[in-house]
């Protein structure tokens, strides 16, 4: 089984300045990982995603992440925000294997506040 | 391509009464799923589909029941809606297990 913990609930930033959305996960076998972004009533996007080979990860809306295998984190980074990217971001694994259960496990979620 | 849409957005039920919530999605996906949402807990999943005709448990599937009789569509009911049912509901599909997941705009619900 797989857990996933995101250690803030919310983070405030002002616009411009650079931010970093913590995830650490747990599993017994490996996993691909993921970060999905919310915005205010609408559904779930994706912003980025890790399979393989380099860890770190560009995502749209000039986010990125790394991979941390030794410290099973996958934590998220923004240089510089902006008030658009104010929303909700959860971070999420799947088992690479077939354990019986295709489905993702998410975090609980980070709601980014970007302040003028 | 529409993507996943989910029909009603918005329902309002009283305890005891039922409803089905559908989904469809247009990519020829083989994997849908149902999720909800609650404040400060993520998403859970409710049920699961790995193709037409196939359906599986989640996380929290008590209280509902799906289907999918045809490979686009996943259909989730409630038999009989509960206050703890009150939640957003967003379903979502995916080409294989490991590819990402298209999510619908989500289903409001409240029991009263």
């Known amino acids: 089984a797989q857990s996933v913990t995101q250690l803030d609930s919310q983070v405030p930033v002002f616009e411009e300045a650079p931010v970093e959305l913590r995830c650490n996960y747990s599993?017994?076998?490996?996993?691909?990982l993921f970060w999905y972004v919310q915005y205010p009533n609408q559904g779930l996007q994706l912003l980025l995603k890790y399979l393989s080979g380099s860890t770190l990860v560009k995502g749209i809306n000039g986010f990125e992440a790394e991979f941390n295998k030794s410290q099973t984190s996958f934590h998220l980074r923004k240089p510089s925000v902006h008030l658009s990217d104010t929303a909700e971001y959860f971070c999420?694994?799947?088992?690479?294997?077939?354990?019986?259960?295709?489905?993702?496990?998410f975090g609980s979620g980070t709601r980014l506040q970007v302040q003028p | 391509n529409a993507g996943v849409t989910q029909t009603p957005k918005f329902r309002v039920l009283k305890t005891g009464q039922s409803m089905t919530l559908l989904c469809a999605q247009d990519m020829n996906h083989e994997y849908m799923y149902w999720y909800r949402q609650d404040p400060g807990m993520g998403l859970r999943l409710i049920h699961y589909?790995?193709?037409?005709?196939?359906?599986a448990k989640g996380e929290v599937p008590d209280g509902y029941n799906v289907s999918r009789l045809k490979k686009q569509n996943f259909l989730l009911g409630l038999e009989s809606a509960a206050p703890s049912q009150t939640s957003v509901y967003f379903c979502?599909?995916?080409?294989?297990?490991?590819?990402?997941?298209?999510f619908g705009p989500g289903t409001r619900l409240t029991v009263l």
């Open positions: 979502a599909s995916s080409r294989t297990n490991y590819n990402e997941q298209f």
């Open positions: 599993s017994s076998v490996s996993v691909y």
């Open positions: 999420a694994v799947s088992p690479l294997m077939d354990t019986g259960r295709r489905a993702l496990t």
């Open positions: 589909s790995v193709g037409e005709g196939t359906t």
